[in-house]
């Protein structure tokens, strides 16, 4: 068998080794920062192998392992041993990949890929580093260290795509499960609108066949309520649009500054015929100056829309709604009010996520649920927010709160 070499402490060093260190250096470095880890993985087993190392060898008093990172870092001894103090010459040697053995101990390298990345220490117990034995066990110890590292290394690499996937596994689950609950609501919500606008063509087709002035007047009747249904449903199709949007990340801000006043308004226009059919006391008070923001007006109006679609909703026949525009010194908010039927403390916190319904009457038939959580969403991405305070059968008031922009004439 060919014996291990090694180099005595007390020897002359020669230019060789020192290029050959130079040579380690930088990749022994790499390489000890890819096995050694915060949590060192099986370290028990590589004490167990120094145990052994020592229990086999009667000339060894105790055994330490290092591993070398910019400072060299203890990784586990064993047995009585004093730790013996290496010159800059003794680690050009042991990292040209060579046994070093002198005074009470023997240093053999540890090499994983043919890159030393650290090095086993044997104290001895009054022999020298001649024995032949104990070269050799400590040069099979340090190659079993080394795989067991390397295995280490890979059952490392090994756990961590495992989380991964058990990660993405579970969000591809919650996707799907959302997926299906949308669809199902999505299929819900879209049939009682396209149900009645049928009803209504149905009956227009009587009355189209019967004539007559009192037909007439009926044909006007359900082509109101055909065009109402009509425009829930493009309502709920463009909710479902901004939330395929949000989802995807294809999303866009077009920023503009624009007096608050001037939206708000538009869409209060809009809904106010809807507030008037409930017999609803509703009113818009805007802000006495100008309550300049800088936003996506489209996105701004879907805000206000949502709030007050909602109000005007879940606000029972002859309630009141007022929505009013407030301008602060560093903000400008927008207020819904109503005297709706209002939302439990409990559930506040849920009404901003993706398809929740609070409420089990005829007034959440038309509701998709997304509302508000595309409302909160856009005031998010315009670096503002929503609020909501409520009482049961009391009513709600929702605040939308934007950054105010001055503008100098």
């Not at 993985?41 to 086999?56: N, P």
Request: with cysteine.
């Amino acid at each position: 068998m060919e014996q291990v070499q090694y180099v005595r402490r007390d020897e002359d060093r020669t230019s060789s080794s020192k290029k050959r260190y130079g040579r380690y250096s930088k990749i022994r470095l790499d390489q000890a920062y890819k096995y050694a880890f915060e949590e060192f993985y099986g370290k028990t087993t590589i004490t167990e192998h120094l145990s052994k190392l020592v229990e086999k060898n009667p000339i060894a008093g105790g055994a330490y392992l290092y591993l070398s990172l910019i400072q060299d870092v203890l990784l586990t001894k064993t047995g009585e041993v004093e730790e013996a103090d290496l010159t800059e010459s003794d680690e050009q040697i042991l990292f040209s990949n060579t046994p070093l053995g002198g005074g009470d101990h023997y240093f053999q390298p540890v090499a994983v890929k043919g890159h030393v990345i650290g090095y086993l220490a044997v104290q001895l117990s009054g022999v020298s580093c001649d024995d032949i034995l104990l070269r050799e066990m400590a040069d099979a110890y340090s190659v079993l260290i080394a795989r067991e590292l390397e295995i280490m290394s890979r059952q490392r690499q090994f756990d961590v795509k495992l989380q991964q996937i058990a990660e993405r596994e579970q969000e591809l689950e919650k996707k799907q499960e959302y997926n299906l609950r949308l669809l199902s609501i999505t299929s819900h919500d879209l049939n009682s609108p396209i149900s009645a606008i049928s009803g209504y063509v149905d009956l227009m087709g009587e009355c189209i066949k019967r004539g007559g002035q009192d037909n007439y007047n009926r044909l006007n009747k359900y082509h109101r309520r055909i065009d109402l249904g009509l425009s829930e449903v493009m309502g709920m199709l463009k909710q479902f649009s901004d939330l395929s949007k949000i989802e995807s990340g294809t999303i866009s801000l077009n920023l503009v500054e624009v007096n608050l006043n001037w939206p708000v308004r538009k869409v209060c226009d809009l809904l106010e015929s809807q507030a008037i059919k409930k017999d609803i006391d509703f009113t818009l008070e805007l802000s006495e100056g100008p309550a300049f923001v800088k936003a996506d007006v489209v996105k701004l109006k879907r805000i206000v829309y949502n709030l007050v679609s909602n109000a005007i909703k879940y606000t029972p026949v002859g309630g009141r709604i007022v929505v009013k525009i407030a301008s602060c010194s560093d903000e400008v908010r927008v207020v819904v009010k109503d005297t709706g039927i209002g939302i439990r403390k409990r559930d506040q916190s849920k009404i901003f996520a993706p398809s929740v319904k609070l409420d089990k009457s005829k007034a959440d038939a038309l509701s998709s649920g997304l509302g508000l959580y595309i409302a909160s969403f856009f005031a998010n991405l315009m670096d503002g927010a929503i609020s909501v305070a409520s009482k049961l059968q009391q009513g709600s008031l929702f605040t939308v709160r934007l950054p105010r922009v001055k503008v100098y004439k």
